[in-house]
Every structure is written in structure tokens, then in C-alpha cells.
């Protein structure tokens, strides 16, 4: 019973916003190349040449701990290569192929990722950016939908009737968009998702009442790099948050995200679940995130590293993810 509640408190948590790089996108879009020249400023800007190639390594790790007890750790990783296609006055197309990923059987997730991403082994996916290297979206997503789509069926009958429901349901409620497709390639956030943002130099925080109906508190640190004859070497940033759900408003809030993505009328799950999780919850929730970020000169990310840790004082769950740069061929730079 208390897996299945990690489960639950874990998915609904991945609905709420917290991630800082969303915020000040929101709150420091920049709009032109005057607010991006500015003294005292971080800006994180792609400046990518035609033919750029890169090599990433993903990781990922999942951690479950109830009271001082780890009970579980679960792990996938995979090979990233990336080939600037075609760079235009409006924006960026890549050539990214994903390969050798490596899953811990145990995780169901991982079974369908690791399956889906043999299946596309070799296959490029089209990667689309705005100028200054901000994520569009994914050009060819049907394609990689449909592929997704048949090999769920191919597996239909290797697997027990939950983990297929359960990944039926993902395939029609979650991954049937340009949107959904791109949640199943996480290293896009990790490369894109900061860029065309602008933020000051050195320490800000604030609190964020607007992106999420529970307040969000941020501290955020910013700097740019240089080499010592005062050469640019490219810039960092590191991000802490954190928000406290009430456990009188949890219910409410989890089933209006499980709404939002299809699974029912937002009265009628509130009415469903709280009486559970108001039973099951021994406080209030808890949701911290920590985000690093590291960028080359020219805007290709060196580094990132996001953690999640959230759920009560006796049942937590902590996600980490980190993609480093394990080689690179930069042109006309």
C-alpha cells in the first residue's frame, strides 16, 4: 500500500510547476536584441553554427524513502548525439538520435522507454528552437507517436493487464501531442530549457504567487565566466525552490491536475481520492527542487543537473536528473 501511494503522491507531484527556468522565462522573456546587450546581466543565448555536433550522456535516478529507510533506486541512462540541420534568422533545427539507453528492469516506465527508444534507435528526431535556442517542439512527433503507438501493441501481450493499462492510458492522454512527445525526451528541458531568458547577475529571490496556485519561493544565482586573459567562457546557474502544499488542499489540487489530463471530471476525482489521501497523508507536502546549469560560450549546455525532492516528513521521493557533455565540434566559432 505504500508503494502505491509514493506512486500516486510522485505523478501527481510531476503536474504541479516548479521549475524556475518556466517562471523566468514568463517573468524575463526577452524580445529583442537591445534588453539583450545589458551591463550586469546573464543572458543565455544560443549562438549555434550549421553543423554543430554533440554528444551527451542522460541520466536518470529514482529514489523512494519511507521514514530513514531507502526503499527503492531505480536508474536509466542513455547516449545523445545532436547535429545542428539547418540555422536560420528565426531559429534552429537539430538532428537529435538517442541510443545504448540502459534501464533497471524494475522500473515500468523504463520497460516502455527502453522499448520505445530501441525501436527509434537510429531514427532522427527533429528538434525545433527559436532563435535565441528556445525549445518550439518536435517536427516528425507523429511519426514517433505511431511508432510508440504500434509497439504497444506488439508488447500487449508480454506484459501483466496494469503496467499495459497503465501505459495505454500514457500513450491516449499524455504523449498524443507535439506537447505530450516531447515529456518522453527530458533532455530537452535539461539542454533548452533556460534559454532566451535574461536574469541579474548574482543572487535574486522572490516568490512566484502567479505560475501556481500554491506560492513558490526561488532563490536564483546567476554569473557569467571568463577565462583569465578576460576571454568569455560562457555562463552558470543555479536554482532553489520550494513550496508546501497543505494537506487539507493536496486532494483539490491533485485532482485538478488529473483532470487537465484527461482522467475524469475534476469534482467527481476530488470526491474519489479525498477521503484516501486525506487518511493517508501524515502532513503537509513538501515539494523542493534544486537546478544547476552550465553553458559553453556560445550557449551549448556543458552541464545540467535538476533534482526533485518531494512528500511528507515519513514518505518522500527524490528524482534526479543530469545530462553532461561528453564531447563536441563546434563550427564557424
Same mark, same amino acid.
Given at each position: 500500500?505504500?508503494n502505491?501511494?509514493i506512486?500516486i503522491?510522485?505523478?501527481?507531484?510531476?503536474?504541479?510547476?516548479?521549475s524556475?527556468?518556466?517562471v523566468?522565462?514568463?517573468s524575463?522573456?526577452?524580445?529583442?536584441?537591445a534588453?539583450?546587450?545589458?551591463?550586469?546581466v546573464?543572458?543565455?543565448?544560443?549562438?549555434?553554427?550549421?553543423?554543430?555536433t554533440?554528444t551527451?550522456?542522460?541520466d536518470?535516478?529514482?529514489?523512494?524513502?519511507?521514514g530513514? +529507510?531507502? /526503499? =527503492?533506486?531505480?536508474?536509466?541512462?542513455?547516449?545523445?548525439s545532436?547535429?545542428?540541420? *539547418?540555422?536560420?534568422?528565426? &531559429?534552429?533545427?537539430?538532428?537529435?538520435?538517442?541510443?545504448?539507453?540502459?534501464?533497471d528492469?524494475?522500473?515500468?516506465?523504463?520497460?516502455f522507454e527502453?522499448k520505445?527508444?530501441?525501436?527509434?534507435?537510429?531514427e532522427?528526431?527533429?528538434?525545433?528552437?527559436?532563435?535565441?535556442?528556445a525549445?518550439?517542439g518536435?517536427?516528425?512527433?507523429k511519426?514517433l507517436y505511431?511508432?510508440?503507438?504500434?509497439?504497444l501493441?506488439?508488447?500487449?501481450?508480454?506484459?501483466?493487464?496494469?503496467?499495459f493499462?497503465?501505459?495505454?492510458?500514457?500513450?491516449?492522454?499524455t504523449?498524443?501531442?507535439?506537447?505530450?512527445?516531447?515529456?518522453?525526451?527530458?533532455?530537452?528541458?535539461?539542454?533548452?530549457?533556460?534559454?532566451g531568458?535574461?536574469?541579474?547577475?548574482?543572487?535574486?529571490?522572490?516568490? +512566484?504567487? /502567479? =505560475?501556481?496556485?500554491i506560492?513558490?519561493?526561488?532563490?536564483?544565482i546567476?554569473?557569467? *565566466?571568463?577565462?583569465?586573459? &578576460?576571454?568569455?567562457?560562457g555562463?552558470?546557474?543555479?536554482?532553489?525552490?520550494?513550496?508546501?502544499?497543505?494537506k487539507?488542499?493536496?486532494?483539490g489540487?491533485?485532482?485538478?491536475?488529473l483532470?487537465?489530463?484527461?482522467?475524469?471530471?475534476?469534482?467527481?476525482?476530488?470526491g474519489?481520492i479525498g477521503e484516501?489521501?486525506?487518511?493517508?497523508?501524515d502532513?503537509?507536502?513538501?515539494?523542493?527542487?534544486?537546478?544547476?546549469?552550465?553553458?559553453y560560450?556560445?550557449?551549448?549546455?556543458?552541464?545540467t543537473?535538476?533534482?526533485?525532492?518531494?512528500?511528507?516528513?515519513?514518505?518522500r521521493?527524490i528524482?534526479a536528473?543530469?545530462?553532461s557533455?561528453t564531447?563536441y565540434?563546434?563550427?564557424?566559432?
Amino acid at each position: 500500500m505504500k508503494n502505491v501511494f509514493i506512486r500516486i503522491i510522485v505523478w501527481c507531484l510531476a503536474l504541479m510547476p516548479l521549475s524556475v527556468s518556466q517562471v523566468l522565462a514568463q517573468s524575463n522573456e526577452t524580445n529583442d536584441e537591445a534588453e539583450l546587450s545589458e551591463d550586469s546581466v546573464v543572458n543565455i543565448i544560443a549562438y549555434f553554427g550549421k553543423n554543430d555536433t554533440l554528444t551527451y550522456v542522460y541520466d536518470y535516478q529514482d529514489m523512494r524513502v519511507v521514514g530513514e +529507510d531507502t /526503499v =527503492s533506486v531505480q536508474t536509466l541512462s542513455r547516449n545523445i548525439s545532436i547535429v545542428v540541420a *539547418d540555422t536560420t534568422g528565426n &531559429g534552429y533545427t537539430l538532428e537529435m538520435i538517442s541510443n545504448d539507453i540502459k534501464a533497471d528492469d524494475n522500473i515500468k516506465k523504463a520497460f516502455f522507454e527502453k522499448k520505445f527508444f530501441e525501436t527509434i534507435k537510429g531514427e532522427k528526431v527533429i528538434v525545433k528552437l527559436d532563435e535565441y535556442g528556445a525549445l518550439q517542439g518536435i517536427s516528425n512527433w507523429k511519426m514517433l507517436y505511431d511508432k510508440a503507438k504500434s509497439l504497444l501493441n506488439d508488447e500487449a501481450n508480454t506484459m501483466d493487464k496494469e503496467t499495459f493499462k497503465g501505459l495505454k492510458g500514457m500513450l491516449d492522454h499524455t504523449i498524443n501531442s507535439e506537447q505530450g512527445m516531447m515529456g518522453m525526451f527530458p533532455e530537452l528541458d535539461l539542454l533548452f530549457g533556460s534559454h532566451g531568458i535574461q536574469v541579474k547577475e548574482g543572487q535574486n529571490n522572490f516568490v +512566484d504567487s /502567479v =505560475s501556481s496556485e500554491i506560492p513558490v519561493t526561488y532563490k536564483y544565482i546567476a554569473y557569467n *565566466d571568463y577565462e583569465e586573459d &578576460g576571454t568569455y567562457a560562457g555562463c552558470f546557474t543555479m536554482a532553489l525552490s520550494e513550496t508546501v502544499i497543505p494537506k487539507e488542499r493536496f486532494s483539490g489540487l491533485l485532482a485538478r491536475g488529473l483532470s487537465n489530463v484527461g482522467f475524469g471530471k475534476e469534482k467527481k476525482i476530488e470526491g474519489s481520492i479525498g477521503e484516501f489521501f486525506n487518511k493517508e497523508l501524515d502532513g503537509d507536502v513538501d515539494i523542493k527542487g534544486y537546478e544547476s546549469r552550465e553553458y559553453y560560450f556560445v550557449g551549448w549546455p556543458r552541464k545540467t543537473v535538476t533534482i526533485r525532492d518531494s512528500g511528507t516528513e515519513n514518505i518522500r521521493s527524490i528524482i534526479a536528473r543530469r545530462i553532461s557533455c561528453t564531447s563536441y565540434s563546434l563550427f564557424n566559432h
